[in-house]
């Protein structure tokens, strides 16, 4: 091939040296047939204006670019709508810093680890969030949210996710947790910035709800040191971790890490029982 | 010019055009085989809204892939060099805007025990990497031919027909 090629390729230059102009030079108006204009130069123009080979490459790449993103656009939109808000009805309870939702007579057990500063997490609550809910909600799972603080440094001035790790305990006692830590991560403030402030993680609170002393709660750090001591907990469980250590999320069922980039990860854990 | 400079020059267009499609197929396999880490990577950057950055992160591998498989077969190499000057120009854009805003590009998901693999050091690296290959893609765009490629066939079928118009 690369001998047919080079062939090719000299017969171009040879055919490029004797024709008088290159195959992409623009035709020039009103010249072709004109009086006095060299014969060959009307046929090359008349090449020039129909289709060259050139000019239909550029054209069929163009429209496969722009399938391409017509198509995963497309999808993307209508996938989007999928994740209808599913309102909880189930029951939640604490156990330390671990939130323990569903009803205690539910077969399967999920244990969900996620940072509220983490944006991965954000997205798997955006993708999971409403299956999750009702899965809670039909008695046919137990999630135990484990809300561990491992970018505490990655807000400025660091320990968003701690604040954040209490108040989501706090929100239990108050009565609001499902509502609370979806909101959390749909409203998540940005890494490097200062996070929702305790004035912020209050005010949402009075919004959705809550009952009992959530803002002493929140202002007091009272969990603080319950969810650090998860935190390091979950850090210290080699069976937690990945390759590149321990990460967020992390969900496991069974004892064992889950692999939610397949999508069926929740329904196949339902099914095993 | 002579010859043999011409046959050196698309050599070297030749390896530009397989390393440009080498970076845009590893790139976008990469990004298309973990969704996830493509979407908190482009958030992370923080420039786009919310709603937008669903959209970028599905497309974007796609388009990399896209570009990667017609620089590979040498179809309309020119277009796809300086699609690709557009795209490597935003993401050194990117970069440079972290960076001076300090954001933490590297997700930050993986900390264990609170400390945030430090990534700072990596936004050089990243910039000076996606200036490598942004003088792939000038070389293309200022001279795409080059061996091996659809677009080379197609000129010298366009040659042969001229030629044998004009004649």
Redesign the interface.
């Known amino acids: ?2 001998g047919a ?2 062939g ?6 040879d ?2 040296a ?2 008088p102009t290159t ?1 992409m030079r623009p035709v020039q108006p009103g010249r072709p047939g004109g009086p006095g204009v060299n014969p ?1 130069r009307g ?2 123009a ?2 020039q204006r129909r289709w ?3 000019r ?3 054209v ?3 429209a ?2 722009a399938v ?2 017509v198509v ?2 497309i ?3 209508s996938g ?1 709508t999928s994740p209808a808000a599913v309102a909880a009805s189930y029951p939640v309870r604490l156990d330390g810093a671990v939130v323990v939702a569903g009803q205690p007579t539910a077969r399967t057990t999920v244990d969900v680890y996620e ?1 509220y500063l ?4 954000a ?2 609550e955006q993708d999971n969030g409403a299956e999750i809910t009702q899965a809670l909600n039909d008695g046919q799972i137990q999630v135990r949210y484990h809300g561990v ?6 807000s ?1 001035p660091p320990g968003y996710s701690e604040r954040a790790g209490n108040a989501a305990v706090c929100s239990v006692d108050a009565k609001i947790f499902p509502s609370f830590h979806e909101r959390l991560f749909a409203d998540q403030p ?3 910035g200062p996070g929702k402030s305790d004035d912020e993680l209050v005010a949402l609170g009075r919004e959705l709800g809550a009952q009992g002393d959530f803002e002493n709660c929140v202002r007091s750090g009272k969990h603080t040191e319950a969810v650090v001591a998860e ?2 907990r979950a ?1 210290g469980n080699a069976a937690l971790r990945g390759p ?6 992390t969900v496991v069922v069974g004892g064992e890490k889950v692999d ?2 397949n999508s069926d990860w929740l329904r196949e854990a339902i099914q095993r029982g | 010019m002579t010859a043999r400079s011409a046959a050196a020059l698309d050599v070297v267009g030749t390896v530009a055009r397989l390393g440009l499609a080498a970076v845009w197929l590893v790139s976008g396999g990469l990004k298309a085989a973990d969704p996830t880490q493509t979407y908190v990577a482009v958030r992370a950057y923080d420039v786009l809204p919310i709603a937008a950055v669903d959209v970028v992160a599905a497309v974007l591998p796609w388009f990399e892939l896209a570009l990667g498989v017609s620089l590979l077969l040498g179809v309309a190499t020119r277009l796809m060099a300086v699609l690709s000057i557009g795209l490597l120009l935003l993401f050194i854009a990117g970069v440079a805007q972290a960076w001076v805003r300090g954001l933490s590009i590297d997700c930050g998901c993986f900390g264990g025990g609170g400390q945030v693999a430090p990534g700072a050091t990596s936004y050089g690296l990243e910039i000076a990497r996606d200036v490598g290959f942004l003088a792939f893609a000038v070389w293309l765009a200022v001279r795409p031919r080059s061996y091996l490629a659809i677009d080379g066939l197609l000129a010298s079928w366009d040659n042969a027909r001229l030629a044998k118009e004009g004649s």
């Open positions: 091939m690369g090629e080079r090719d390729r000299k017969r171009r230059r055919a490029m004797e024709a195959v060959s046929q090359v008349a090449v060259t080979g050139g239909i490459a550029v069929a790449a163009l496969a670019l391409v993103v995963t656009v999808v993307t939109l989007r940072d983490c944006p991965a997490c997205k798997f603080a491992i970018l505490s440094n990655a400025k940005s890494e490097g935190t390091k850090v590149r250590g321990f990460g967020t999320p939610i980039s």
